[in-house]
Nanobody, 117 residues
């Protein structure tokens, strides 16, 4: 089972960019579907983007055309490039790893993204 560590959050002005990273420790990273979720107080955690090895990325409608998910399997890292950020993107962003057809399901600790002028 992998362990996850996010980085890259912070404060950015509307229209700005941030890149989140999620480093996974453990073996067989390429087997895992990697997701980015986000959560604001009082709301359910929502899927932002998802990427399996060799698969097409999946995005929430609210971030299509602005966010890009990518992964570097040899480095065991998944990224979320966030461009043209809006105040409504403010949330805690979580990295999530799941291995299909197995009980492996792991969350990172989260990283705060705040979009404000």
């Amino acid at each position: 089972q992998v362990q996850l560590r996010e980085s890259g959050g912070g404060l950015v002005q509307p229209g700005g960019s941030l890149r989140l990273s999620c480093a996974a420790s453990g073996s067989n990273f390429w087997l895992y579907v990697m997701d980015w979720y986000r959560q604001t107080p009082g709301k359910q955690r929502e899927l932002v983007a998802s990427l399996a090895t060799g698969g097409a990325p999946i995005y929430a409608d609210s971030v299509k055309g602005r966010f890009t998910i990518s992964r570097d399997n040899p480095e065991g890292t998944v990224y979320l490039q966030m461009n043209n950020l809006k105040p409504e993107d403010t949330a805690v962003y979580y990295c999530h790893a799941r291995r299909p057809r197995s009980p492996d399901d792991t969350w990172g600790q989260g990283t705060q993204v705040t979009v404000s002028s």
